[in-house]
T-cell receptor, first 112, second 116 residues
C-alpha cells in the first residue's frame, strides 16, 4: 500500500470546520483513500472513503485532488467529541480483504 | 447491526504467563483481522483470516503468538509465554469482502493487555 503523510497534530475551535490534510503522492490507480479515527480507549472507527470523486456522508466530507496525490477530510462543525487521532490510509478496494496499513495519523484537538 | 465483539476488555498478567483473547466478528463477515496497537503508535496487523484460512500471518511472532478461526466465525488469539513488550491493545476487525461495498473494515473496542 502507498505511504501517506499527515501532520502529527492540529487544533480546531469547537463549531468550526476541521480540515485534515493527507498527502499520498505515490497512490496507484486502483487504490482508494480511507479515513478512520480513533477516540481514546476505543477501536478505530471508519469515517469515509473515496477513489477520485469527492464524497460526503453524515460524518464528514472527503475532497480528493484531481491528480489524486492528496486529499482533505472535512468535519464541517467540529465538536469536543471529535477529538481523536485521524488516520488517512490508501488501500486497494477489492474482494480480497486487503488489510489497512496505519501510519501515525493526525491528533486533532477540538477546543472550546 | 451488532459490531465486532471482543473479550476480555482488560487483562493484567505476569510475564511468562499465558493469555487468550476472543473475537466475534460482524455476522456474515468472511475476513477477520487481529491487530496489535502499542501505546502511541498506529495499529499493526498480526494476522488475517479469510473464512477459516490464514491469508497473512507474516507479522505474527509465531514463537509465542497463535491464532485460530476454526469454524470461520469466532477467533481466538493466544500469547504464551507473554513478555513485557506484549503490553498493548489487541484489536479485532472484520470485513464482508464481498460486493462493491463490502470491503470496509470494522473494528472492535479492543482488549487491553498489561504484562507486569
Amino acid at each position: 500500500d502507498a505511504k501517506t503523510t499527515q501532520p502529527p497534530s492540529m487544533d480546531c475551535a469547537e463549531g468550526r470546520a476541521a480540515n485534515l490534510p493527507c498527502n499520498h503522492s505515490t497512490i496507484s490507480g486502483n487504490e482508494y483513500v480511507y479515513w478512520y479515527r480513533q477516540i481514546h480507549s476505543q477501536g478505530p472507527q471508519y469515517i469515509i472513503h473515496g477513489l477520485k470523486n469527492n464524497e460526503t456522508n453524515e460524518m464528514a466530507s472527503l475532497i480528493i485532488t484531481e491528480d489524486r496525490k492528496s486529499s482533505t477530510l472535512i468535519l464541517p462543525h467540529a465538536t469536543l467529541r471529535d477529538t481523536a487521532v485521524y488516520y488517512c490510509i490508501v488501500r486497494v478496494n477489492n474482494n480480497a480483504g486487503n488489510m489497512l496499513t496505519f501510519g501515525g495519523g493526525t491528533r486533532l484537538m477540538v477546543k472550546p | 447491526e451488532a459490531g465486532v465483539a471482543q473479550s476480555p476488555r482488560y487483562k493484567i498478567i505476569e510475564k511468562r504467563q499465558s493469555v487468550a483473547f476472543w473475537c466475534n466478528p460482524i455476522s456474515g463477515h468472511a475476513t477477520l483481522y487481529w491487530y496489535q496497537q502499542i501505546l502511541g503508535q498506529g495499529p499493526k496487523l498480526l494476522i488475517q483470516f479469510q473464512n477459516n484460512g490464514v491469508v497473512d500471518d507474516s507479522q505474527l511472532p509465531k514463537d509465542r503468538f497463535s491464532a485460530e478461526r476454526l469454524k470461520g466465525v469466532d477467533s481466538t488469539l493466544k500469547i504464551q509465554p507473554a513478555k513485557l513488550e506484549d503490553s498493548a491493545v489487541y484489536l479485532c476487525a472484520s470485513s464482508l469482502s464481498h460486493g462493491s461495498s463490502g470491503n470496509t473494515i470494522y473494528f472492535g473496542e479492543g482488549s487491553w493487555l498489561t504484562v507486569v
